[in-house]
């Protein structure tokens, strides 16, 4: 990867919450206009990660640049001009849209703390086109949304500062199957029409599927694969990328038969203490006597497709012949289960 | 409540008893239900001739958007109907009892032992103050009469490491705060099987957690079905979720049923527009880039159902005669489908591919 065209770019990141490390050392790219996706299970550290690259969580250490500038180094007013270009869509738009006030204050309730000039601001209705709501939606009140709705009502308070970078935290969690891929739909037009880059945050893989350009997989507070997103999807070289994608339900009853379908045992061990060695080998059944010692180093083992695996090979070999098999083996006739 | 008179046969009704595939005694055997919520704005019909069966060992997903009736469903078979639910007909069988017909108390003695049910948040069901293992055993306490307590701790404990929680022995002793999500969800799983329930309710209880656990809960619930032969109604929003763990498919729409069927089928030529609308906005990682399918509008509310074929207003294939007429549920082939332009000599609906926006 280049750094020359690196819109967003963070080295050596490190954020920690006392003795908790949440974020491990992380480097980090994400070209202009390209959609990162970035996965991970629960306490993989990556919305801290999507927090601190946007300031909202202070780092421990590292750099982070945006559009070539050091976000660290430069003074505070300097910083908070930046800010406002990069953006953070929340998880939860119920617990982030304040209950007691009506949609077109929560939308222009970012130009008044950022004290934004008439001309810069667009209206309220510009803003719910945006994101494709009904302009009689501004005189409501949050609890008065579906769920589909207060995603989109969050979008469009994101959007109001004409950000270039935006964060999204899950953006699809809570929402029902329709809800959800209008959502994602929205989220990818919004891209494409206004050129804006897009870090999503997701434990779910299919999702980036449809979305991302990249994908970035982090396990306790470090990245394990970092690729294409057609590569880290039909070619994972990671076992942890393997076993997150191995647990995606796919809505195909066929692909039940799968005799690889390798479940990732037990949870993601606690932040405060990491195991030794590759952070991985506890839940790995790649996992050598040489896991348990030596942490793998960033490996590129394809151009764009860095992965920190002793065993990278034997996994990516695996990974290409079991989707060699899927296209052989659609075998409709065997039980299900 | 009102008690059911005898259910009056009626379309499908009629002719296939339970809107089900003949052979072998149902477990559950849900026959025309109707249930409705009373408020200020008159009655509204919340569940409308529901029919369908779950047998000994089978997995039935039921499977909609929110809004459709799916929890209403979960609570009326455990009789939990919120204060202003009733059930105004039907017939909800379970083995040889009728459970319409049970009282308050037979009915509590039947919850646990026969039926259990877990739920989406375990927060919600387990209570902050007392030990995993107070409540492990007092689960057991209400129906284990006078044994002994520390073979229901044991018990207990055994139950924990069944559903994969480590070091259960040491753990029993802790409370709910102190395990993870996915933990948490096991310990509700392991209590509702404490008592080895016949037959498993569980209402989206994966929709919280992260893919990796809920592919562990899932696993779980396979192996629960094939060593002990539990039934299981998984109610889910997710189609991922029910193509992987269900064998057959029951599809929901504002309360009554528009599809049922075996889920391989269902899933491979999905009969009703709305099933087809549902299997198109699923993410896959095959239909990568493609903009993903929605189904435009939303569930209407039970105060405003339109009066021919409810999916009618959202549906891309809707005449003029589906806002007059509300199609019956008819078969064919061991597939049921409830759909004004489905065309029973060809087997299909009259458009067949996945619309795509």
């Not at chain 1, 990328?241 to 390798?262: I, W, Y």
């Not at chain 2, 396979?222 to 991922?240: P, Y």
């Amino acid at each position: 990867m280049s750094t020359t065209h690196a819109f967003v770019s963070v080295r050596g990141l490190r954020t920690r919450f006392g003795s908790l490390r949440a974020v491990d050392g992380v480097d980090l790219d994400i070209a202009r206009g390209e959609v990162l996706g970035l996965v991970g299970e629960s306490g993989s550290g990556k919305t801290t990660l999507g927090r601190t690259i946007l300031g909202l969580t202070p780092a421990t250490e590292g750099t982070i640049s945006f559009d070539g500038r050091d976000m660290v180094t430069m003074d505070r007013a300097a910083r908070r001009g930046l800010r406002r270009k990069m953006q953070m869509v929340f998880q939860d738009p119920h617990a982030s849209l304040s209950p007691r006030l009506r949609i077109s204050y929560l939308l222009t309730e970012p130009y008044e703390i950022n004290h934004v000039a008439d001309r810069d601001r667009s209206s309220v209705g510009a803003l719910l086109e945006m994101v494709e709501l009904p302009p009689d939606l501004a005189s409501k009140y949050p609890h008065e949304l579906s769920g589909g709705q207060a995603r989109r009502v969050g979008i469009a308070r994101a959007l109001a500062l004409r950000p270039d970078f935006l964060v999204f935290d899950e953006p699809t969690s809570g929402l029902d199957v329709s809800a959800a891929a209008a959502v994602l739909n929205l989220v990818k037009d919004l891209c494409d029409r206004f050129q804006l880059t897009y870090l999503i945050i997701t434990h779910n893989l299919s999702v980036l599927s449809f979305v991302a350009d990249r994908i970035a997989v982090m396990y306790l507070g470090q990245l394990v694969e970092v690729g294409p997103a057609e590569q880290v999807l039909d070619a994972p070289a990671h076992p942890y990328t393997k076993g997150l994608l191995s647990a995606v339900s796919e809505p195909d009853p066929r692909q039940r038969s799968r005799s690889h379908r390798l479940l990732l045992p037990g949870e993601i061990p606690s932040p405060r203490n990491p195991p030794p060695g590759c952070r991985f080998h506890t839940r790995c059944r790649y996992a050598q006597e040489r896991c348990r010692r030596e942490p793998p180093i960033v490996e590129e083992v394809e151009a764009g497709q860095r992965v920190a695996c002793h065993f990278w090979d034997v996994v990516r070999a695996d990974s290409r012949d079991e989707v060699a098999g899927d296209q052989g083996e659609l075998d409709t006739s065997r039980p299900l289960t | 409540m009102r008690l059911p008179t005898e259910p009056k046969g009626r379309s499908v009704g009629a002719e296939a008893p339970s809107a089900d595939r003949s052979g072998g005694d149902a477990l559950l055997n849900v026959h025309e239900l109707d249930v409705v919520y009373h408020g200020r704005g008159g009655h509204l019909p919340a569940l409308r001739e529901m029919s369908f069966q779950v047998h000994p060992g089978e997995i039935l997903g039921v499977i909609g958007e929110s809004g459709c009736g799916k929890s209403t469903l979960s609570s009326a078979i455990m009789r939990l109907l919120p204060p202003n639910g009733e059930i105004t007909r039907g017939s909800i069988r379970f083995g040889e009892r009728e459970l319409l017909s049970l009282g308050p108390e037979e009915m509590r003695r039947l919850r646990g032992p026969e039926i259990a049910m877990i739920f989406q948040d375990p927060l919600t069901s387990l209570n902050p103050t007392f030990t995993i293992g107070a409540q492990l055993v007092d689960a057991q306490r209400a129906h284990a009469g006078r044994a002994p307590r520390r073979s229901l701790r044991r018990r207990a404990i055994e139950m924990l490491e069944q559903v994969g929680i480590p070091d259960a022995s040491e753990r029993i002793g802790t409370y709910p705060h102190q395990f993870s999500g996915g933990m948490r969800q096991r310990i509700m799983i392991a209590m509702a099987l404490l008592l080895e329930p016949k037959l498993l309710i569980a209402d989206e209880p994966t929709s919280a957690l992260d893919v990796t656990l809920e592919a562990q809960i899932l696993e779980l619930l396979r192996r629960l079905r094939h060593e002990r032969g539990t039934a299981i109604l998984f109610i889910s929003h997710d189609l991922g979720v029910v193509a992987q763990l269900c064998d057959r498919i029951l599809v929901m729409y504002a309360g009554s049923t528009v599809e049922l069927g075996d889920v391989l089928p269902t899933f491979e030529r999905p009969l009703h527009p709305y099933t087809q609308a549902l299997i198109a906005a699923a993410p896959t990682r095959g239909r990568r880039g493609e903009p993903l399918a929605t189904i435009p509008g939303k569930v209407p509310s039970l105060s405003a159902l339109p009066t021919g074929c409810k999916f009618a207003p959202r549906c891309a294939h809707a005449q003029d005669v589906n806002l007059e007429r509300e199609p019956e549920l008819v078969e064919f082939d061991g597939r049921y489908v409830r759909c004004n332009i489905y065309d029973p000599s060809s087997g299909y609906v009259a458009t067949n591919e996945l619309q795509s926006r």
